[in-house]
């Protein structure tokens, strides 16, 4: 295929993030009932300037099965809110506690933690309301919701920040139960490591691939293909992210930087060393790339956003 007919990531997202932004609009303005601060803080943390990984996914693995943006574009909104409540949550002073996000004061900064907190619980029900109600047909819509609930619930999303939680106190506790305890080798300490990974971010964007294909009517195979891309581009995806943390600036990435090493934290680079884990992304995205070759041009768009994942500043 002739270089200028491949759209690259930027080209594509710029065309789609508009759509996004417009239905995660649409899709927040809340019938009475609703407390206008509350929606007030919901909206602030949802239409900032996120970059839109994973409504993005969705988008570009329906596209990549043959299915269109409109019949789409539900789910995609409904994974960016998920994604949304989980950074809020994250935020918190019980959790990250973190005061700047996507560029911004946190949302608890702003509206207060008890506000914060129902902010991500309403973001987190609005998601499987819209997918029950939008996503056609309704088989489809449950199989979404399905989905959806696994990524997000207690084996996924939420035991993985729990597990990364849980290891930081451990770490925390210089004597106490750990004085009798085996030091971790390193194989375990990184096996520890990308399996709180594979559940806190690589869950997400699998789902986000998974309700792509399923609005597209994507088959086996194809679904298949997508779930191999995903698993190597959540992996790179995290690797990119502990190196923006060591060597990002806060200007470019809108959240504070140095911030794991502060805290303690297992990364990739501090258990593998910078040059590796640039390796091992660069190896991960290529696999990923490959693994797309069957699904033809319709798939140069995931491929050209998995370079971005590790290429990024944000
Ligand atoms: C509170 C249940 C619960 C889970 C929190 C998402 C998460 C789990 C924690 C956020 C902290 C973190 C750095 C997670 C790993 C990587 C990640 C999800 C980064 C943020 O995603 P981006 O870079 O963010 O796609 P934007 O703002 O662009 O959407």
């Given amino acids: 295929m002739p270089a200028t007919l491949t759209r690259s990531f930027e080209q594509v997202a710029h065309e789609l993030r508009p759509q996004i932004e417009a239905a995660l609009d649409r899709y927040t303005q809340f019938v009475p009932g609703c407390p206008g601060k509350l929606a007030e803080s919901i909206r602030y943390s949802l239409l900032s300037p996120g970059k839109r990984l994973r409504p993005l996914l969705v988008l570009m693995a329906s596209e990549a099965c043959g299915g269109k943006i409109d019949a789409a574009l539900p789910a995609a909104c409904a994974v960016e809110m998920i994604h949304c409540y989980s950074l809020i949550h994250d935020d918190l002073p019980a959790m990250d506690d973190d005061d700047l996000r996507r560029g911004r004061p946190t949302n608890h900064k ?7 907190i129902l902010a991500g619980d309403s973001l987190l029900t609005r998601a499987f309301e819209v997918v029950a109600r939008d996503v056609r047909p309704p088989a489809v819509g449950a199989a979404c ?13 939420v035991g993985g920040q729990a597990d990364d939680i849980l290891g930081e106190q451990r770490r925390a506790q210089p004597n106490g139960d750990r004085a009798t305890e085996r030091p971790e080798s390193p194989e375990a300490l990184l096996s520890a490591l990308e399996s709180i990974h594979h559940r806190k971010t690589g869950v997400i964007f699998l789902a986000s691939l998974r309700l792509g294909a399923l609005t597209a009517g994507a088959g086996p195979t194809q679904i298949q293909i997508l779930e191999d891309y995903g698993r190597r581009l959540g992996l790179a995806f995290q690797i990119a992210d502990d190196l923006l943390d060591v060597q990002g600036k806060e200007e470019t990435t809108g959240k504070r930087v140095g911030k794991d090493a502060d805290r303690g934290k297992l990364t ?14 660069q190896r991960l995205v290529a ?4 693994l797309l070759k069957p699904l033809g041009q319709a798939a140069e768009p995931l491929a050209s956003l998995a370079r971005y994942v590790v290429e990024r500043d944000r």
């Fill in 110 to 116: 702003v509206y207060g933690e008890a506000m914060a």
């Fill in 268 to 281: 990739f680079p501090g258990l593998l060393g910078i040059d590796e884990s640039v390796r091992r992304a």
């Fill in 145 to 157: 919701c399905a989905a959806l609930a696994e990524a997000a619930g207690a084996s996924a999303l």
């Fill in 287 to 290: 696999e990923a790339c490959d």
